[in-house]
């Protein structure tokens, strides 16, 4: 039994999407998707939705996208969470060969919330909450951390900025699609050294969906395929201070089982593009090296040696990533988009030629908590 | 902190802002509100009058547009009544929310879907299911009224509750 | 029919309660996860992925799981994911466990509804579910919604008869409650008179129409069937979930009848194989949030006809000792820690299909319903029973 993504669509992320409701952002995506494939939504077996209550500013979220999912009468179910594990309960229902088709959607809109604030209630009332850690000043624990360990410069931090930015000025969805330099990021406001404004993502608007198939049902809806060959979930401490905050183990962990799935020995070999979610610039050094896509401590190293650029052995995050396109709850749903648009050929200027193999990431929480990898082949 | 009984709790208190899009169909709403109109949305395949007006009909998966808004009647039918008589906090406010109220759901003339809104009855044996009932503009209201407002401004308390109407007035 | 069958192992409970001062969220969950382990004589090693859910909002808490799941449940460097619908979180987490398991991702999973209600507002909460423009203004949590219903269900059928059958109910599930040892509301005595003398709380609705605010959580263990034989010898299978959804505003339809439960009903006896409930189910745990949802809820169900929900009750039938007791935990009249109440309904489902249910237990019950509501009036619904097979 296998799982294929038989088509992805996406909205343009931008901040304050002003003229549209919830239901009208999801229902704009989800007709794109209905369109491309010509399909109605009496085709669609059943629904998985990913969004998160405080981020939306609403108890059981999910109920505010019932009319434009196209759940109504249907069986419909939401991971309170990043699109990534809602991705993963969806292939579930294919998988356990009680839907043909299931539809996955994951929307937020970070610009009409507080961050700061959504992000601190993740902490615990007790001993956290009132110190007003958030995703900022927890983001600079953990990059001073790790960056004063491995000896990981500041501007060698940038140049993931620099990267993603540039990437994104090659996909129309993109939110911020402005180039700058390593001399930029490094001379933008300090917000949590060693972290400043623009080591940092912009908070966007958006949403983002995809129908999963089987394999009878998938031939008859595309002949590009994109199937499922690696998942694996894990998740680290809780408490920053229970944390080792220079490696990402339970990323690591996860990858290894994924990569075991998916029959991949060398990671740099056999995935020709990874889209991760990180958070922060030198989050994605850190998750170079969790991945194994070089030693730990080498993520400068690995992304002085640009092979993580278009181009490269491996790029990473040829859509410009989170730190350019910022949908807390559908950034790793993005992730997969991103994946099943570069092995189906269709990423247009940021394609990666043959991409046959690709890795997604999506996260929960702070600092890389809940991990979700996934492994996607094309035919 | 406090101390209670030998046990603890910690006490949080949070103002949690949000500002949410309310949608074309709602800002044209509004606009016509002021106009004392009430407007819903009418499905342009299937027909079907939604009140409040929004941007999908759920039944055929096609999008209405303020082109597809239509006007309603101020008065209509009561479907279901109760009388709030319990307290709690209200998240609009973060205060205790006054009670008892009069609370319905009513479908105004011409819409398919139904409205939930304030009453100003609160003596439960005065409401009958089935009767006629009408929108009350506060611009209308007695000048002491505490939802009185001279002018209308295009929100929600344009409309400040529903009222029951008498026999006499059918 | 799905790749692997898919039962239920072990079940844990809390006691619940008002208030649970004594412990913190993730000490009261914890108590349950123990139960549930010992019940299956597993560890926490033996199990590959953690399904938990509450409500964010009721106490503020965002991504509890990623605390409950670790400080709780000691799923460190293992899968944890989060599922919340609102009142049918539970049933969302317990029809989840089922796709974990008959997809074949994880052979063994852990499920865990938990609600710490007297720490945060649930009215308050709940009304958040709604739209910040056209509902939230006038909305009072639940139950003036539940009320408004109730109003048009009692006209429809005569209020005065309506509201004694709905008392009848909380007699019913209330004295129910007496025999279960973790139920919130347990009193043996209670009569319709006390019930319908109670304080008026939302027209037509009294005091104890309503469901109580309780603490605890719910923990039930999944296992595929080459697990399931190593763990015990009497699972409760799974024969079949269901879901319907509805509109996303709470208006958008007269919905005192239920219509998601007709239409998740049907599909599920299709699926099962059952013709007439009430002869082919020996007991349903079903999700009555006041008094007279259960008798709405009932026909809805298709137990009976439409109107004649207070029928069941008359003749006896969904009494113990009937032919088919409905809710002999109690039900959520009893016990309503919002974001377990409907994994409670599964547990309670599953407890009777493995003959572990004490003075609560219906003898020899072979297939048991369990339901969930909740959202803008959703229903979701499994059917268990002593093997994964339809019944006809």
């Known amino acids: 039994m296998k799982v294929a993504i038989v088509g992805v669509a996406q909205t343009k992320y931008e901040s304050n999407k002003i003229d549209q409701t919830y239901m009208e952002l999801t229902f704009e995506v989800v007709k794109k998707l209905h369109n491309q494939l010509g399909i109605t939504n009496d085709d669609v077996g059943s629904v998985i939705t990913g969004s998160n209550d405080f981020t939306d500013g609403r108890t059981i979220a999910n109920m505010a996208v019932q009319d434009g999912v196209g759940s109504v009468r249907k069986s419909e179910s939401r991971v309170s969470g990043d699109g990534a594990f809602a991705y993963v309960y969806a292939a579930m229902r294919v998988l356990s060969q009680e839907y043909d088709t299931v539809l996955v959607v994951s929307h937020s809109k970070c610009s009409e919330g507080d961050q700061c604030l959504i992000n601190n209630s ?13 995703q900022i000043s927890s983001a600079g624990l953990m990059a001073n951390m790790y960056m004063s360990k491995y000896g990981i410069t500041e501007e060698q931090a940038a140049k993931v900025v620099v ?14 699609q402005k180039e700058i330099t390593v001399d930029d990021v490094l001379k933008s406001p300090m917000l949590a050294y060693p972290l400043k404004e623009l080591d940092l993502p912009p908070y966007s608007d958006g949403a983002v969906a995809m129908l999963l198939a089987n394999e009878e049902t998938a031939k008859k809806l595309t002949d590009t ?49 990874a889209e991760v979610s990180e958070n922060f610039s030198a989050h994605e050094l850190m998750i170079y090296e969790a991945l194994g896509f070089c030693g730990k401590g080498e993520g400068g190293k690995f992304i002085d ?44 200027k940021r394609q990666i030629p043959d991409a046959k193999t690709g890795l997604a990431y999506g996260m929960n929480g702070i600092c890389s908590q809940g991990n979700c990898v996934l492994i996607f082949g094309g035919d | 902190m406090v101390r209670q009984k030998g046990e603890f709790q910690i006490r949080w208190k949070t103002d949690l802002p949000y500002r949410w899009a309310i949608g074309k169909l709602a800002v044209k709403y509004f606009e016509e509100l002021k106009k004392r109109k009430i407007m819903g949305s009418k499905c342009p395949k299937c027909g079907k009058m939604y009140m409040p007006p929004r941007g999908v009909c759920a039944d055929c998966f096609v999008e209405m547009t303020v082109d597809d808004m239509v006007e309603l009647s101020r008065k209509g039918t009561l479907m279901g009544f109760t009388v709030v008589n319990y307290p709690f906090v209200d998240p609009n406010t973060g205060a205790m929310r006054p009670f008892p109220y009069g609370y319905v759901i009513c479908q105004l003339d011409g819409a398919d879907t139904y409205l939930m809104h304030f009453c100003d009855e609160i003596d439960h044996t005065k409401f009958k299911i089935g009767q006629r009932v009408e929108a009350v503009f506060c611009d209308e209201l007695p000048k002491d009224h505490e939802s009185y407002r001279p002018e209308l401004k295009g929100d929600i308390y344009d409309i400040p509750f529903i009222r029951l109407l008498k026999d006499e007035e059918v | 029919m799905p790749k692997h069958d898919v039962a239920i192992v072990g079940i844990g409970q809390t006691k619940f309660r008002s208030k649970r001062r004594d412990v913190n969220i993730p000490e009261m969950i914890y108590e349950a996860v123990k139960a549930a382990l010992d019940d299956a004589n597993l560890e926490i090693k033996d199990i590959d992925a953690l399904l938990i859910g509450n409500m964010d909002h009721f106490e503020g808490i965002n991504f509890s799981e990623l605390w409950t799941g670790i400080d709780a449940c000691g799923f460190y460097l293992k899968p944890v994911v989060k599922i919340a619908t609102g009142g049918t979180t539970g049933s969302s987490l317990g029809i989840s466990g089922y796709y974990n398991i008959a997809s074949g991702i994880y052979d063994k999973v852990l499920v865990v509804g938990w609600e710490k209600l007297n720490e945060g507002g649930a009215t308050t909460g709940i009304i958040t579910a709604f739209d910040p423009v056209w509902e939230r203004p006038s909305l009072a949590g639940a139950l003036g919604p539940l009320a408004l219903m109730a109003n048009i269900y009692a006209s429809k059928y005569g209020i005065e008869r309506s509201m004694e059958a709905s008392a009848d109910v909380v007699v019913k599930n209330r004295s129910n409650a007496a025999n279960n040892e973790f139920a919130h509301l347990q009193m043996p005595n209670i009569t319709t008179d006390f019930v319908m003398s109670s304080q008026m709380i939302s027209y037509p609705l009294r005091l104890h129409d309503c469901c109580p605010q309780s603490e605890g959580a719910c923990a039930v263990i999944y296992a595929n069937e080459n697990e399931a034989k190593k763990i015990t010898d009497n699972p409760a299978w799974f024969k079949g979930v269901s879901t319907a959804h509805y509109y996303t505003f709470g208006c958008d339809d007269i919905m005192y009848n239920l219509p998601t439960a007709t239409i998740a009903s049907k599909k599920i006896y299709k699926k099962v194989g059952i013709k007439d409930p009430i002869k082919d189910l020996d007991v349903a745990e079903i999700y009555e949030p006041t008094s007279w949802a259960e008798l709405a809820w009932t026909e809805a169900l298709g137990f009976c006809d439409f109107g004649k929900g207070h029928t069941l009750l008359d003749e006896g039938i969904s009494k113990m000792g009937g032919e088919m007791p409905v809710n002999p935990s109690g ?15 599964f547990a309670e489902a599953a407890i009777q299909i493995m003959g572990r249910g004490g003075k609560r237990q219906v003898p020899d019950a072979e297939v048991a319903m369990g339901m969930g509501f909740g959202g803008s009036l959703w229903t979701e619904l499994c059917i268990l029973g002593k093997d994964p097979k339809p019944v006809r």
């Not at chain 1, 993740?122 to 958030?134: E, K, M, T």
């Not at chain 1, 540039?166 to 939110?175: I, M, R, S, V």
């Open chain 1, 122 to 134: 993740i902490f615990d009332p007790f001993y956290q909450r009132h110190l007003g850690l958030d």
């Open chain 1, 163 to 176: 990267k993603n930015r540039k990437n994104a000025f090659n996909n129309p969805y993109a939110h911020i």
């Open chain 1, 225 to 273: 395929p994109v199937w499922l060959r690696g998942y694996a979930n894990c998740t680290d401490a809780y408490y920053l201070g229970n944390r080792n905050m220079t490696d990402l183990i339970a990323l690591e962990l996860a990858a290894k089982e994924a990569y075991k799935m998916a029959g991949i020995s060398d990671p740099i070999k056999d995935i020709d593009v």
């Open chain 1, 305 to 348: 040696s640009g092979e993580t650029q278009m181009g490269g052995k491996i790029p990473v995050n040829p859509s410009g990533g989170v730190l350019s396109s910022n949908v807390a709850m559908a950034n790793g749903l993005i992730r997969v988009a991103e994946v099943a648009e570069q092995l189906t050929g269709k990423a247009g």
């Open chain 3, 331 to 345: 039900g959520v009249l009893s016990t309503n820690p919002i974001g377990a109440t409907a994994l409670v309904r």
